[in-house]
């Protein structure tokens, strides 16, 4: 596998088989991701990998904390304007369909959302640490760390799902893993081998042309 290949192949899995990845595969993972940029070689990012009884101890704080609460750092800005509302809610359209939920049956949609905080059945999950000190170029550069993640798993075979929906659970998280008082979670991800058998897998997200990003001069 390529790395353009890789890149259009990794998807969110929102349906993970339950067999374990090894320690060993997610050590491997992230030697490879840490070559990721960061301006200035900050590298300001730390990563918090569960599996086993503290996934288990992680998922139970999650469900006595719904629907917890993002505090300041907002995943989606609010009254969110076009064209991102419409692409955010045409994403949640296309994955509900999937699924059979209609829009009308709001609790069906809320516990399909609460799955999240099961790491969607993954055996492992990664949580994303970084000084809240750090400004936008730092949260940037953990987006870029996070990528590449996504695709050293890919490369061997390890599916993934990016959960910002963990950002709800930052103050309990904080607590249980006695972060500093200068340390934040910014999300999480799910890590495991994608059930193929669930039809919410074989969802693709649009995106956008070429021509709808960017503008080329000079060539």
């Known amino acids: ?20 990845v090894s320690e060993a595969t997610i050590r491997e993972i992230l030697d ?12 300001p990012w730390k990563v ?10 992680v998922v139970s704080l999650a469900r006595a904390n719904l629907p917890g609460d993002e505090g300041e750092r907002l995943v989606y800005p609010h009254n969110l ?13 296309d994955m509900y369909a ?27 999950g990664l949580f994303f640490v970084i000084d809240k000190a750090m400004g936008h170029g730092q949260w940037a550069h953990l987006g870029m760390f996070m990528q590449s993640v996504a695709l050293a798993a890919l490369e061997r075979g390890v599916q993934s799902c990016m959960q910002e929906a963990w950002a ?29 058998t669930k039809p919410v897998n074989t969802m693709r997200s649009d995106r956008v ?11």
Request: a positive charge; charged letters at 25%; one cysteine or more.
């Open 81 to 93: 304007w076009e064209p991102y509302r419409t692409r955010r809610y045409k994403l949640g359209e």
């Open 48 to 57: 918090i990998a569960v599996a086993g009884a503290e996934r288990d101890a």
């Open 1 to 20: 596998m390529n790395v353009s290949e890789a890149i259009k192949q990794r998807i969110s899995v929102r349906a993970f088989k339950p067999d374990p």
């Open 32 to 43: 490879v991701a840490r070559y990721a940029p960061s301006g200035g070689n900050l590298q």
């Open 209 to 219: 042309s070429v021509n709808e990003i960017a503008t080329f001069k000079g060539f």
């Open 168 to 196: 709800r659970m930052r103050a309990p998280l904080a607590a249980h893993f006695a972060l500093g008082d200068h340390e934040m979670i910014y999300c999480g991800m799910a890590l495991g081998y994608a059930d193929m």
């Open 98 to 124: 999937l699924l059979g939920i209609p829009r009308e049956n709001k609790p069906a949609r809320l516990m399909h959302l609460a799955q999240n905080f099961e790491f969607f059945g993954a055996p492992v």
